[in-house]
């Protein structure tokens, strides 16, 4: 079974700052994915960024960045230029690549208990 | 509007009581997911649809817990004899099917709605 670990219940950055997000996770699998969502008060999850697990560079959007780290099972994300609208609860959430094969692959995330960033002015 | 819809947004019942909880997917997403989120942690799987038929129920806490997609769009999630352990957020997402060889396919972004937020008295 996977694991997923997020160290920091709560973290607060200054408008304009740069924020770093932790997240450690358990897994045998070779092939993964690996997400960051973002969850407002709107409770609706909303995907941030995506990482494959077979590749070696960091995914990038826009602001967000990550600092996957396979080796360590670490999978970090950056936010620079923080914003007040980045106040958000973020999970930290794996999924299994798996074997493709009729009933599909790969569909069941696992998440992290979450981070609750608070951007203030 | 062009993204998943649940409702209710919010329930109250007393214990003991039948309820519904009712999703509609993206037009056109053959794939469904219910999660559950309790008060401070990430979602839960509970249950994953492929079309109309239900391809993972590994989930689902007990068999008070039931999902029907009967015509492969719009989902209900029903829950029997509420306890108040069932208090949580029940999130639905939904993505689309993508074919990936012969009689193989896999799922694509799961796109969140902004779920059902129930409580048990």
């Known amino acids: 079974a996977q694991t997923v670990t997020q160290s920091q219940p709560e973290m607060s950055v200054q408008e304009a700052e740069t924020v770093t997000l932790s997240c450690t996770y358990d897994t045998s699998e070779n092939n993964y994915y690996l997400f960051w969502y973002k969850q407002p008060p709107s409770r609706q999850m909303i995907l941030v960024i995506r990482q494959e697990a077979y590749k070696q560079q960091n995914a990038t959007e826009n602001r967000f960045s990550v600092n996957f780290q396979k080796a360590a099972k670490s999978f970090s994300l950056k936010i620079s230029d923080s914003q007040l609208g980045d106040t958000a609860m973020y999970f930290c959430a794996f999924m299994k690549r798996g074997r493709e094969k009729s009933g599909g692959s790969n569909y069941k995330l696992t998440f992290g208990k979450g981070t609750l960033l608070t951007v203030n002015p | 509007g062009a993204g998943v819809s649940q409702t209710p947004s919010n329930k109250v019942t007393e214990k003991g009581k039948y309820v519904e909880l009712r999703c509609d997917p993206i037009s056109g997403h053959t794939a469904l997911y219910w999660y559950r989120q309790s008060l401070g942690q990430g979602p839960e799987f509970l249950i994953y649809?492929?079309?109309?038929?239900?391809?993972?129920d590994s989930g689902l806490p007990n068999d008070r817990f039931f999902a029907v997609r009967p015509e492969g769009s719009v989902s209900t999630l029903k829950i029997q004899r509420t306890e108040r352990g069932d208090s949580a957020v029940y999130l639905c997402?939904?993505?689309?099917?993508?074919?990936?060889?012969?009689?193989?396919?896999?799922?694509?972004?799961?796109?969140f709605g902004e779920g059902s937020r129930l409580t048990v008295l």
């Open positions: 997402a939904s993505s689309l099917t993508i074919a990936s060889g012969r009689n193989a396919w896999k799922t694509g972004e799961l796109f």
């Open positions: 649809f492929q079309g109309t038929g239900a391809a993972d």
